[in-house]
């Protein structure tokens, strides 16, 4: 007996016969769905337009980075991180997970090692924040940089900012005696290409330079 519940039209083979009204109908609808996904992608990737900043959030921050004094207005809820990096350009701090977890948005404030990503700006009023780019001294790079170049401390390159900060701070708390120490005390950093015998090896470099200066 035969099922005829399926009134679909089939060719002498079985196979589905579609016509070339239904192919170009298909096609046309498969364009539009595409189109409109690529606005909504489209839109979505825009920037979006600055929030003003409500009059009872607004305060000026007078802080010195990287050697310069500077005042900067800034919304009281602003990270370190985000006015490091939108509002003064310094990118070398890097966004990473924003929770303080990967070490990627490392610096130093008043020489002590901090994630800029939980650091409110205000918190920096009147301290003193080194970032990568105050490190090397001119054209001469911190022993600290030089050593990862050397040891091929790095593969992206993403994390190795916050690395070097961290790493700089680990010697300077005299965490630097062993690689098992050093392991340590730089577990806070990760650095998702797996360059950490590198970074260990440039540690203990650029530790023993630090100290002979």
Avoid: W
Avoid at 9 to 37: D, H
Avoid at 68 to 75: G, H, K
């Amino acid at each position: 007996m035969t099922d005829d519940s399926d009134s679909t039209p089939k060719n002498s083979e079985g196979y589905l016969a579609v016509s070339r009204r239904g192919a170009m109908l298909g096609a046309v609808a498969i364009a539009t769905a595409t189109r409109f996904a690529d606005s909504a992608e489209a839109q979505s990737a825009a920037p979006q337009p600055a929030l003003p900043v409500p009059a009872d959030k607004a305060l000026t921050v007078r802080t010195t980075i990287n050697g310069d004094m500077l005042e900067i207005n800034v919304d009281a809820r602003t990270s370190l991180l985000d006015m490091l990096r939108e509002q003064l350009g310094l990118a070398g701090a890097k966004k990473g997970c924003d929770h303080g977890q990967c070490g990627a948005c490392t610096v130093h404030v008043d020489g002590r090692r901090v994630a800029s990503c939980l650091t409110f700006a205000a918190k920096v009023e009147g301290r003193e924040v080194t970032t990568i780019e105050g490190l090397a001294e001119g054209d001469t790079l911190h022993p600290m940089q030089q050593a990862f170049i050397d040891h091929d401390a790095l593969q992206c390159g993403y994390c190795t900012p916050g690395q070097i900060m961290a790493a700089v701070a680990c010697v300077q708390e005299g965490n630097a005696t062993s690689p098992e120490r050093i392991r340590e005390y730089m577990s806070g950093n990760i650095c998702r290409c797996g360059a950490y015998v590198g970074i260990v090896a440039a540690i203990q470099d650029a530790a023993a330079q630090m100290r002979r200066a």
